[in-house]
């Protein structure tokens, strides 16, 4: 096996990790989306989404990948919240 080969069997293995991992968070989300909901707060929270990006950076601690990390989450959050959106509009439909 070549360096080029190994180097894809690595993202491959990780793509698995990170599968396993989104399946993981969007459960969470679902969870989220139900309580706001039930309390009639608004999907975006925007405060919250700061905290989290300043916490992960720390966490992440590399200037080179800050960039690129920071379009990744901002794909992830994008997505948790228009999962949070369909939720909420189907749970609305159904109790019309």
């Given amino acids: 096996m070549?360096?080029?080969?190994?180097?894809?069997?690595?993202?491959?293995?990780?793509?698995e990790?990170?599968?396993?991992?989104?399946?993981?968070?969007?459960?969470?989300?679902?969870?989220?989306?139900?309580?706001?909901?039930e309390n009639k707060l608004p999907?975006?929270?925007?405060?919250?989404?700061?905290?989290?990006k300043v916490k992960n950076l720390k966490i992440l601690n590399n200037a080179e990948l800050e960039k690129f990390y920071l379009e990744f989450f901002d794909g992830v959050l994008r997505s948790s919240k228009d999962y949070?959106?369909?939720?909420?509009?189907?749970?609305?439909k159904k109790n019309l």
């Fill in 43 to 52: 999907v975006l929270d925007s405060s919250r989404e700061g905290e989290i």
């Fill in 17 to 37: 990790k990170m599968i396993e991992l989104f399946i993981q968070r969007m459960t969470a989300v679902k969870q989220v989306a139900q309580y706001k909901l």
């Fill in 2 to 15: 070549n360096k080029l080969e190994e180097a894809r069997q690595i993202i491959n293995q990780v793509d």
């Fill in 84 to 92: 949070q959106y369909d939720l909420i509009e189907d749970y609305q």
